[in-house]
Structures are given as C-alpha cells and as structure tokens.
C-alpha cells in the first residue's frame, strides 16, 4: 500500500467514524495532510476519541506523519467507534478546503 493509499484510508476512516457517508477522491499532497491533520487537531478540541494522536514534532502535519499514526488497526477503531458528533462539524468546516487542497489550489 503506498503512503498516499494510506492518507485516503485515514480521511476516510475519520469520515466513517464521524457517521458520515463520504469518500475523499481527491489526490494526496503535502497541502492534504496539512489539513487533514488540522482536521484531526480541531477534532481533538471536542472529542476525546482522538486524543491519543501526537502532534507532529515539526507543527503541521506530513504524508509520513500520517502513515506512521493511522495504522490499519487504528482506522478499523475510528471506523468502529460511535459517531463523533463534533467531527461532523469538522468535516463540515474543512470538507472545501480539503477537496481544494486535493486540486493544488
């Protein structure tokens, strides 16, 4: 599986997880993670079922970054675990500008 695979399966498991049906398509970039980790960082803030994640050590979150904290076991228990109400909101406040960053905008 190549590290931009992984990426997609992480945005994917956090949408899962937030109990909503949505596939990110886009393509992985560094800009990707970026936000995706923000995603993660602002889910942090409401949810506790996040909060074992580290911060990266250089600030913002990389392509490894991900690939090294989301394990496939790790993404089966975002997926399986109860909706995260407050990552809805997440999604809902950073879905366009993720899908932008998917398109090098």
């Not at 560094?30 to 911060?55: D, H, N, Y």
């Not at 991900?66 to 790790?74: H, R, T």
Request: charge should be positive; aromatic fraction near 8%.
């Amino acid at each position: 599986m190549t590290d931009h695979t992984s990426v997609k399966n992480a945005i994917n498991a956090f949408y899962k997880g937030a109990g909503l049906n949505l596939t990110f398509k886009g393509d992985v970039n560094a800009r990707v993670a970026e936000i995706f980790g923000e995603m993660i960082f602002a889910t942090q803030k409401c949810s506790a079922a996040l909060s074992w994640v580290p911060r990266p050590s250089g600030g913002k979150a990389t392509i490894s970054w991900i690939v090294k904290n989301f394990s496939q076991s790790v993404l089966r228990q975002i997926e399986s675990k109860q909706s995260l109400t407050c990552a809805k909101e997440v999604v809902r406040n950073y879905r366009t500008k993720l899908q932008l960053a998917a398109l090098g905008i």
